[in-house]
């Protein structure tokens, strides 16, 4: 039995039928071809099918995809806006935090989302906040500095756009 379900996904409507057992990673990444959140452990233990619904992360391995109808996903796809890649994204790139690239979209989503709710963390706090997420390729260094060098980028953005306010 096929479910309609309708929702928003990095920005755009789509209306796609599922099964009731379908999980939302196989719908992004088989149905809508959305390749960025990867499919790793499919048990919840690594981090690397991390998106965002309605703004909080989430595991796409875990979820089911009935259970976004009516609301809003996010994926690595849909962070940059205008082609212009977001800050963690570009720092990721600087400071060489991606070897294989598997874990990556799962660390990105997590740090852009914790530079919004604290855009002046520590290293202990980065550390923890991805604490969810493996990579078995860069030993974290980088993706730690990246993360510090986004917040401080970031940072400074804000208080240019201020002093221009
Ligand atoms: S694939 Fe979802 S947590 Fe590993
Ligand atoms: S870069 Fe390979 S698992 Fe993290």
Redo the contacts with the bound molecule.
């Keep these: 039995m096929k479910i309609p379900i309708h929702f928003i996904l990095n920005g755009e409507e789509v209306s796609v039928e599922v099964e009731p057992n379908e999980l939302l990673l196989n719908l992004l990444r088989e149905k809508l071809g959305l390749t960025g959140p990867k499919y790793v452990c499919g048990i919840g233990e690594c981090g690397a099918c991390t998106v965002l619904l309605d703004g909080e992360p989430v595991l796409s391995c875990l979820t089911l995809a009935v259970d976004v109808d009516g609301h809003e996903v996010t994926t690595i796809e849909g962070l940059a806006k205008d082609n212009e890649l977001t800050a963690v994204q570009k720092a990721f790139i600087e400071e060489a935090a991606?070897?294989?690239?598997?874990?990556?979209p799962g660390f990105i989503i997590m740090i852009d989302k914790l530079l919004k709710e604290n855009p002046n963390p520590t290293e202990e706090e980065i550390r923890e906040y991805i604490r969810g997420n493996l990579?078995?390729?860069?030993g974290y260094v980088n993706i730690v500095k990246a993360a510090l060098k986004a917040a401080e980028e970031l940072r400074k953005n804000t208080s240019l756009i201020k002093i221009k306010k």
């Design positions: 991606v070897q294989c690239g598997y874990c990556t990579c078995r390729c860069t």
